[in-house]
């Protein structure tokens, strides 16, 4: 979500292994609503399947997630135009 004009406050959520970016709807409402101009939850390898008995979050090892969580802030601060 983003309120459309430059941005210099941004804050990311990172989910936890097997949950999903639907945990922060209401956090994130919040965060907007007190003027962030983006809130952005990325969405971990592996993770958002439709088939929820998928067996593709056994090919997700710490260090990836951890790398995925690190680079997230990679889009966020390029929308952070003081």
Known sequence: ???GA???RVVVFVHGFTNCGEQFEVL???FYDAGYEECFVPRMPHHG???RLTT???K???GRWWRSAATSWT???AWATR
């Open 6 to 8: 430059g941005t210099w």
């Open 1 to 3: 979500m983003g309120h």
């Open 28 to 30: 994130g409402q919040q």
């Open 60 to 62: 997700l090892s710490t």
């Open 56 to 58: 593709e979050l056994s």
């Open 75 to 77: 889009l966020p601060r």
């Open 49 to 51: 399947l439709s088939d």
